[in-house]
């Protein structure tokens, strides 16, 4: 079975400044996904970043990067220069072998509060 | 660029009623998924759907059922509706052997019972 972890439930971080959420994963599958989503107050479920377990690089995605440890089972959300709409719920989920067609298990999430 | 569809966007009902939930998937996307998001939880799977048979099933309720059409987009029935069963019901849909980082999300349908 699959598990993410999600271990700060809220976080604040002052405007321009980045920030790290953390993820860890529990999976004896080799072959696995991982994917971070925003979902605002408005509720809609946002992709932001996807790291599949071959790559050989971190992903990044505009002020989004990923913090891949592979040996430590972490894949840690950075998001640089933080901009007040970065404020919402990130989700952390991993998609099991199966390729694409696979369904996602999420984590419970971290509450980002940016300050001005 | 087209994407994931759900209707309607509110519902209200009361105990014990029906309710129907519609997705419409991005074109060219052949499975669909729906999962159920609680007040403060994470979203949990519900059931999958590739090519119109279902592929997976998660802690969905028998209460509940579910299919997808010819045309692709699918419908979650949802009966004797509980207090319990308020909740976000998000679809999302994918392309099976396409881009690994390809599963969007549609909007939600908030679902509420009295």
Not at chain 1, 26 to 33: E, K, L
Not at chain 2, 26 to 32: K, S
Request: proline content about 6%; glycine content about 8%; aromatic content about 12%.
């Amino acid at each position: 079975a699959q598990k993410i972890t999600q271990t700060q439930p809220g976080m604040f971080v002052q405007e321009k400044e980045a920030v790290t959420l953390d993820c860890t994963y529990d999976t004896s599958d080799p072959s696995y996904g991982l994917f971070w989503y925003k979902q605002p107050s408005s509720g809609e479920m946002i992709f932001l970043i996807y790291q599949g377990s071959y790559d050989q690089q971190n992903a990044t995605e505009g002020r989004y990067s990923l913090n891949f440890q592979k040996a430590r089972k972490s894949a840690n959300l950075v998001i640089s220069a933080s901009q007040l709409g970065d404020s919402a719920m990130y989700f952390c989920a991993m998609r099991p072998p199966g390729g694409s067609a696979r369904q996602l298990t999420f984590g419970s999430g971290t509450q980002l509060t940016v300050l001005p | 660029a087209a994407g994931v569809i759900q209707s309607p966007r509110h519902l209200i009902k009361e105990k014990r009623e029906t309710a129907t939930l519609k997705c419409y998937p991005i074109p060219r996307h052949d499975t669909v998924y729906w999962y159920q998001q609680g007040p403060g939880q994470d979203p949990q799977f519900l059931i999958s759907f590739y090519e119109k048979m279902q592929s997976d099933k998660g802690s969905i309720p028998d209460r509940f059922s579910a299919q997808q059409f010819s045309d692709y987009h699918s419908e979650l029935n949802m009966s004797s509706l509980e207090l319990g069963d308020s909740a976000l019901y998000f679809c999302a849909s994918t392309l099976r052997g396409g881009e690994p980082y390809e599963q969007y999300f549609g909007p939600g349908t908030r679902l509420t019972v009295t």
